[in-house]
């Protein structure tokens, strides 16, 4: 059976087919199978046993031996209700056949009719797909610059009032004086190595403890 056809099937593979490559054991071992390159700039491949080039992302109705019904310069909302009022038509002529004449010839006719406009009406819907991949990429790049908007703003919110209880606490800080010179000196921040027993027989450490039951007080 050399000449036997190879078999192709329309679907894709069960999800379980490609799950039960990635268990744990395998992923640990390396054994997971890697994804697929992306394909280069002219590089020809096949997906379900049709060959696609790269260079164009939708195909032609010529290059898949199949009528066009739609003009090569067209306005494509004109010509999507055309096709859509040419498919009632039709199915409407196929209903009257299928009633006064079932077994007429023309009947055959008017569904290959029908599925010559459903290819062209999905044709001319395919073009519009890279307008909708470039719509939808705009409107998730704004979504994310008004997200990332918002959080700079309530960041900025936050920060202004982290200032303004900080401010706000050492405004209340009581003023403490040198014993040498009376200068006056406030305490700015606390040493971590004061929390020792040895630095609580320090006179600023009762100080120090005011002032952090100022800041929970004004938080």
């Given at each position: 059976?050399?000449?036997?056809?190879?078999?192709?099937?329309?679907?894709?593979?069960?999800?379980?087919?490609?799950?039960?490559n990635?268990?744990?054991e395998?992923?640990?071992?390396?054994?997971?199978?890697?994804?697929?390159?992306?394909?280069?700039?002219?590089?020809?491949?096949?997906m379900?046993?049709?060959?696609?080039?790269?260079?164009?992302?939708?195909?032609?109705?010529?290059?898949?031996?199949?009528?066009?019904?739609?003009p090569?310069?067209?306005?494509?909302?004109?010509?999507?209700?055309?096709?859509?009022?040419?498919?009632?038509?039709?199915f409407?002529?196929?209903?009257?056949?299928?009633?006064?004449?079932?077994?007429?010839?023309?009947?055959?006719?008017?569904?290959?009719?029908?599925?010559?406009?459903?290819?062209?009406?999905?044709?001319?819907?395919?073009?519009?797909?890279?307008?909708?991949?470039?719509?939808?990429?705009?409107?998730?790049?704004?979504?994310?610059?008004?997200?990332?908007?918002?959080?700079?703003?309530?960041?900025?919110?936050?920060?202004?009032?982290?200032?303004?209880?900080?401010?706000t606490?050492?405004?209340?800080?009581?003023?403490?004086?040198?014993?040498?010179?009376?200068?006056?000196?406030?305490?700015?921040?606390?040493?971590?190595?004061?929390?020792?027993?040895?630095?609580?027989n320090?006179?600023?450490?009762?100080?120090?403890?005011?002032?952090?039951k100022?800041?929970?007080?004004?938080?």
């Amino acid at each position: 059976m050399s000449n036997a056809e190879t078999q192709v099937s329309s679907l894709p593979m069960p999800p379980e087919r490609y799950i039960s490559n990635y268990t744990e054991e395998n992923i640990r071992r390396n054994r997971a199978p890697r994804p697929p390159p992306p394909p280069s700039q002219h590089e020809v491949y096949s997906m379900f046993g049709i060959q696609y080039n790269n260079d164009e992302m939708i195909r032609s109705l010529e290059s898949q031996n199949i009528k066009r019904l739609i003009p090569i310069h067209f306005d494509r909302r004109k010509e999507l209700k055309k096709l859509n009022h040419s498919l009632l038509v039709n199915f409407l002529d196929l209903i009257d056949f299928l009633i006064l004449n079932p077994d007429s010839p023309r009947r055959t006719e008017k569904i290959d009719d029908l599925s010559l406009l459903f290819v062209n009406m999905h044709h001319l819907l395919n073009e519009f797909r890279p307008h909708q991949a470039r719509e939808t990429l705009r409107v998730m790049m704004e979504m994310q610059k008004r997200q990332r908007v918002e959080t700079a703003s309530r960041f900025q919110k936050h920060l202004e009032r982290v200032r303004e209880i900080v401010n706000t606490a050492f405004s209340a800080l009581p003023t403490l004086f040198d014993e040498d010179d009376g200068s006056a000196k406030i305490k700015m921040e606390v040493d971590p190595l004061e929390s020792n027993a040895a630095a609580k027989n320090d006179p600023s450490y009762q100080h120090d403890r005011v002032m952090c039951k100022l800041v929970d007080v004004l938080d």
